[in-house]
């Protein structure tokens, strides 16, 4: 008897994907290029979208999985299967923190600029003086696929016209999504890639206003996190609560293995240690 999997291509594909998908080995995503491509062959996506339209005029009340440009087909461990609209350029040339493949659905190719990234480009730590160098680009159309090596290279997309897209992204493999200028390809400015990373900073943050001593423990477990904004946003935070705690973090934090973090924390050392003096 066959299994729901072997029926169902999207269930098919999930199956296919999900070996492929680690941690601790990224590279190991690209094994997933064959099984995206028989998806995108499979012709599930008319179907699918034509059952989420009867779904939608049968039932108003009916969401479905959409965002604002976006319908998501599935979310799984470490990976998403979505379809976007690219409709609107980007105002800046994104460095992804995501492995991805990218495939047009619709008669709209999809072009695009490929960069390179700079040598001394080290994802965790923003550089405001590094400089990405273009490489070539292209155009993929209707059934073709896009892999987008992104620990290499940054891509700018041409939209004269919106172009549906087939994405299969990982989640992030880096911290921070780097942002640089068109104009100068300087590097420009960089966001947490893991929106769970600005929630703990903002939860920190809430914590230390707070100044609620049950808020102890949890400041101080921050202050380990991988994310060096969360560490450093905890220990800020701590001191509002235990000045004697947040001096051994700070001077522990003198040896962090971010630089920003090593710098903020020998500085504001100082800072304490002149107005004890004073």
Known sequence: MPTPAA?????????????CIDRTAPERFWQAEEAFRSFLGSGYLQGALNAALRALAADPCHLGDWRHNEWMLHRGRGFALAVSLFDQPRRYIHALPFYALYAPVAAEPLSYDRYRLPQSYHNPVFDPGLKLTRVDGGTIKAGEVLA???REYAYDFHLPKPVLVLK???????????????????????????????????????????????????????????????????IQNLGRLNRSEALLKLQAACNDQHPHIQRAARKTLAQLQSRTVS
Do not use: C, M, Y
């Open 7 to 19: 029926e169902d291509p999207l269930a098919r594909f999930v199956a296919a994907v999900q070996p």
């Open 168 to 234: 299969l992204s990982t989640a992030p493999i880096q911290p921070l999504e780097w942002l640089f200028q068109k104009d100068t390809l300087q590097s420009w400015q960089a966001n947490d890639a893991d929106l769970t990373s600005t929630q703990l900073r903002v939860a920190a943050d809430v914590l230390g206003k707070f100044a609620h001593q049950s808020s102890l423990e949890p400041l101080k477990l921050l202050t380990g996190h991988p994310h060096h904004a969360v560490r450093w946003t905890a």
């Open 148 to 150: 987008l090596h992104t």
